[in-house]
Each structure stands twice: as C-alpha cells, then as structure tokens.
C-alpha cells in the first residue's frame, strides 16, 4: 500500500473540499408597475406608437453568514428575456470594516452616487430629457468600498475601465468596452449629516479615464440638502474638466420638496449647466408628485429644457406617470 499516494490524495481532496464555491439559494423578487410616457420637443420624434409599458425586470438575491461572522450577499437583475444579467453585484459586509462592492455593470457609489442630491417627490429635473449632458461621473463595472467615519458616510470607487460594460461570466474578460485599453478611474464620495440640524452636507472628487491620459475628466461635486418640517431644499454644483481645449462644464442644481401629509408629495426642481465651449446654458426644469394610498403609489412628473446640450434652440419635454403596487 502506498501510503504516501494516499495521503497526497487526501490531502488535494481536502484542499479542493475548502476552496471550491458551493451554490446557495436565491429568492426572486420582481416590481408591479405601468406607467404612461410622452415625450416632445426638437430633440423628440413627433410620432410614438405607445406610451404605456410595464416593469419587466427581476431580481435574483441571496446572502449568507461566513465563518468569521462576515455576510456575503449577491444580486443578478434580469432582463426581460431573462437570458442574462442586466447588472450583477457581489457584496462583502465586514461589520464596523465596512464592506466591498464588485458591480459588472452599473457600480454607481462614489462620486456617481451624488450626481443629483436635490430633494424630489419622485424624479430629478432632467429625467427623460434626451441628449441631456450634465456636468456628472460616468459609472460602469468596478469596486466600491463603503464605510460610516465619524458620523460621515464614506465611499470610495476604483475602476480599471469605467466604460465595459458587457455581460460575462467568471473567467471571461471584457473587450468589447467604450474605452479599450483606457486609464482606470476612481472616485470618493462623503456625506455628513450635521448633528440635528437637519443640514447634511456632501461633496467629492475623482477621475474618469480615457482611451489615452490626454482624455481623462476630472470631476467633482460640493452640496448641502436642509430639512425642516414637511419641507427639505438642497443645492450642489457639479464640475466636469477636462484637459486642454475640449469643453469644461459646471452644472448648477437645486431643488425643494414639500410633504403635504404622510400620502402625498410635491417637489420642484432646476439643472442649469455651462458650456466652456458653447455660448447658451442649457437649462432644465420640473416638477413632480407622488401619492399613495395603501399598497398603491401614483408618482408623476413634467419636466422641460432649453438649449438642450448646449446648443441653441434645441427643446426636450417629459411627462411620466407611473402607478406601482405593493404585493
């Protein structure tokens, strides 16, 4: 008998029995919701065959408690056909460490995490505007770490191509990506909650990177929302550079909600962005509601834009109504 074969064997045995990852269970969850859209303007075509659409995405979630008291958590959204993953995240929650994020898709986090803070009742005032191009963090596939430092929420991003964004399993890469071979990106975002003042203030910096250093954007974004009673208002400006001659902008945001009753809410809202290129600013507004009633949520919204990215004349309008149910 060779003992030392056996031993050999058992112990790959054992070292395959701990390495390998084992399937959990996951639970499906889905969103019942129809909603009614129209669109106008120059930036529009005159003729839309229907408005009305429905959600048709779902989500596979699970999560489990390691060993060492860390929790492990996954979510895949479907698609309609369901044949693949719209955006896939694996999350590892470390307790007072904070946790990491790896999102393939749509990471969101950092700096892309406040590109629009104003308070809203339902959608931000460019929502629906096509070619809207604000002063904004892209977001794509890549890490976030997110941890709580003394009273601030803390997020910090890195990405080695912010624009891939292709479906792929383990094993595989992405080369089908915007920015192929591009410099990788990072971003930290912080937002402070002054004590009971109802002021939280936020604010963060990063770089989004290109195909070549020369087309890196720097960005960064400074604001405050303030609550007091039914009412909250905020304010922030977001500023995208970039190097050399190509076009800087700087986005100007802000808005105010107001909790009529526990049911029902209204908000106004306002993007202005500015060009370092083009001479009108392009301007956005709108307004919006939402009103529940038991498992019900009716939200609406109208928004409108001039100069619409930047350029003169160019008119963008959207009106959504969206009716949701809890089940």
């Known amino acids: ?57 779902m989500t596979a979630s699970g999560s489990a408690e390691l060993d060492n008291g860390m929790t492990i958590s996954l979510s895949h959204a479907l698609g309609a056909s369901g044949s693949a993953s719209n955006t896939s995240s694996l999350t590892l929650d470390m307790g007072d460490m904070g946790s990491i994020t790896y999102n393939d898709t749509d990471l969101g986090n950092g700096l892309r995490a406040l590109k629009d803070m104003a308070p809203k009742a339902y959608e931000d005032a460019i929502d629906g505007i096509t070619g809207a191009n604000p002063a904004q963090m892209g977001s794509g596939q890549g890490f976030a770490y997110n ?35 591009a410099h990788s990106s990072n971003s930290i975002g912080i937002q402070y909650p002054v004590g009971d003042t109802g002021v939280t203030l936020f604010g963060g910096t990063g770089t989004q990177g290109g195909a070549t250093s020369a087309l890196e954007v720097d960005h960064s974004t400074v604001g405050f929302k303030y609550a007091f009673g039914p009412m909250t208002v905020g304010y922030q400006r977001n500023d995208l550079d970039r190097t050399g001659a190509l076009e800087d902008l700087e986005s ?16 106004y809202g306002s993007h202005e962005t500015e060009s370092s290129t083009q001479t009108p600013d392009a301007e956005a507004d709108g307004i919006s509601i939402a009103y529940s009633m038991g498992g019900m949520t009716l939200s609406a919204y109208h928004n409108d834009a001039d100069n619409v990215n930047n350029v003169a004349g160019a008119t963008a309008d959207s009106t959504e109504m969206l009716l949701s149910f809890a089940f």
């Open 147 to 181: 941890n709580t430092v003394a009273g601030a929420a803390v997020s910090v991003v890195y990405s080695d191509n912010l624009g891939a964004t292709a479906a792929r399993s383990d094993g595989g890469q992405d080369s089908g990506g915007a920015n192929v071979g």
């Open 252 to 267: 100007t945001i802000y808005g105010v909600s107001f909790s009529i009753n526990d049911n029902l809410s209204i908000s």
């Open 1 to 57: 008998m060779n003992i030392k074969k056996i031993g050999l064997t058992a112990l790959a045995g054992s070292l395959i029995a701990t390495t390998t990852g084992f399937a959990g269970e996951l639970s499906i969850s889905g969103a019942a919701k129809m909603s009614y859209k129209t669109l106008g303007g120059t930036q529009n075509a005159a003729f839309v065959a229907s408005g009305f659409a429905m959600d048709q995405e």
